[in-house]
């Protein structure tokens, strides 16, 4: 008797560690919550459960105005029309897009290289000034960016390497030599890693309205 009521004691003492509890959970944005039942509490967690290999804030939120930008993608922009984001080029990079905090984000898994194709609607971006990308990554020890104009003719520029923080970029299209910036049809990434994409688009030009496009007017006033 002494016997099964130390086991009986045993299993329930056993159950009592471990108790069911129903607990309604609210989540903020960019934030999961998960239930710990030993204390039936919710705990906050980044989406991506704190993976460090996944951003936890989408890119930020960029500040040009609308009309000084030419966008191939950004949630902030209209993209302009007929691109292709993950033409068969014959890569090995998975493309996919991935919602973070509210915000559409382009992965590049495994990265060789990836090409983005506008043949259909090719850009004049001769009156820009700079290509604006933002990417993040953990794991990448190189990623190049090229612009490509009939031809083709295709130019490179290397992204600085950074791991674990949202990086932007605004690369001077002079960067670009030797491409026709009249005509630019494509472009292409390559190196290595998983990548995360957002907001690429070109800017430049005038039509902001925060600096003047003109000289001020010539004195006529005789002096003295």
Not at 58 to 69: C, D, E, L, R, Y
Not at 80 to 105: E, F, H, K, R, S
Not at 143 to 172: C, H, K, M, R
């Amino acid at each position: 008797m002494r016997i099964n009521s130390l086991a009986k004691w045993f299993r329930l003492s056993a159950l009592a560690l471990f108790p069911v509890f129903l607990v309604a959970c609210g989540k903020g944005e960019g934030e999961q919550q998960v239930i710990d039942p030993l204390f039936a509490a919710c705990k906050t967690c980044p989406i991506g459960g704190g993976n460090p290999d996944e951003p936890r804030s989408a890119a930020p939120v960029p500040g040009v105005p609308a009309g000084n930008v030419i966008s191939i993608y950004s949630d902030a922009y209209t993209d302009i029309a007929g691109v292709d984001y993950n033409p068969n080029w014959g890569q090995a990079t998975v493309y996919a897009t991935q919602l973070i905090a509210g915000d559409n984000t382009i992965v590049y898994s495994g990265l060789n290289y990836q090409g983005i194709d506008f043949a259909g609607n090719p850009q004049d971006v001769s009156a820009m000034t700079t290509l604006h990308i933002d990417f993040w990554t953990a794991d990448s020890t190189l990623l190049n960016v090229y612009l490509i104009s009939s031809g083709p003719v295709e130019a490179a520029f290397t992204l600085p390497n950074t791991q674990g923080a949202w990086v932007s970029v605004d690369i001077p299209l002079s960067s670009f030599a030797g491409v026709d910036l009249a005509d630019i049809i494509q472009m292409k990434f390559d190196g290595n890693g998983t990548i995360y994409v957002d907001n690429i688009y070109f800017s430049g030009g005038g039509g902001g309205g925060t600096e003047p496009t003109t000289a001020a007017p010539t004195p006529t006033t005789p002096a003295g």
